[in-house]
């Protein structure tokens, strides 16, 4: 099996997809198997200033600090978690030791198998300003739709003030909830959890559109490639 590599941003995102491609092997590999794993966590503080600038250069050189690091420890192919580190796609890839998996892809695709149309798209307001989703599921010929201005603020502020500190409301829970029954009004047929957190506060079963979670679907999609 290939060596898989984790280039972690907020901790409780990177936890759950190393927890989900652990759960993904007990079925695609078998029970207490899975492809080897090395996770860097280069702290979060270190990424906002570049977020925040809109520097995908500088959100690409910290990629690529733990891509280099997650190379020499043999990692085959490396994922990143973290939505919204995919906006600095181009310059990551311009000098990557290895390749990578691209999580809007990943979601795109598994969108396309389940026969949605239009999906709504919950996450930072880096990643729901970003044409990275909208693109990427408009090549299965799958329409993009982001929350209304005060609906996205919402989200965005219950992301980086409660999800990425490990804080998971009720409150924020129904909040979240009423935000998808929303895009549901606008034509919807699915949600996409675009930010790793959001999957450790919403719940499918009470979610009102069918939801497709990034997090896990990169987790599985990494244990796949890891066994090719």
């Known amino acids: 099996m290939k060596h898989i ?15 989900a491609i652990c759960r993904e092997a007990l079925t695609l590999v078998g029970k207490n198997d899975h492809p080897r794993v090395t996770l860097d966590s280069i ?3 270190r990424w906002m200033p570049a977020f925040d600038a809109g520097d995908d ?11 280099r690091l997650l190379a020499a420890a043999g990692a085959d192919f490396a994922i990143c ?45 880096f990643t729901m300003g970003s044409r990275m989703y909208p693109e990427h599921l408009a090549a299965f010929g799958i329409d993009a739709l982001t929350p209304e201005p005060a ?14 500190d490990g804080i998971f409301s009720d409150a924020s829970r129904e909040t979240y909830n ?15 959890l675009a930010c790793t957190e959001i999957p450790l506060l919403v719940r499918p079963k009470e979610s009102p559109l069918p939801t497709l979670d990034s997090t896990r679907l990169l987790a599985r999609a990494a244990v796949l490639e890891a066994l090719r």
Not at 13 to 19: D, E, F, P, T, V
């Open 57 to 67: 250069a500088g959100v690409a050189r910290i990629m690529l600090d733990s891509a």
């Open 178 to 192: 009423r935000v998808i029954a929303r895009l549901a009004d606008r034509g919807c047929d699915a949600a996409a």
């Open 81 to 125: 978690p973290d939505n919204s580190a995919h906006l600095a796609w181009e310059p990551l890839q311009a000098a990557t030791p290895i390749p990578w998996l691209h999580i809007a892809r990943v979601l795109a695709e598994e969108a396309s198998r389940r026969g949605y149309r239009r999906v709504g798209i919950l996450g930072t307001r």
């Open 151 to 164: 609906d996205a603020e919402t989200v965005d502020r219950i992301i980086f003030s409660e999800l990425v």
């Open 43 to 45: 702290p979060m503080a």
């Open 5 to 19: 590599g984790v280039v972690a941003c907020s901790a409780e995102g990177a936890a759950l997809c190393y927890a």
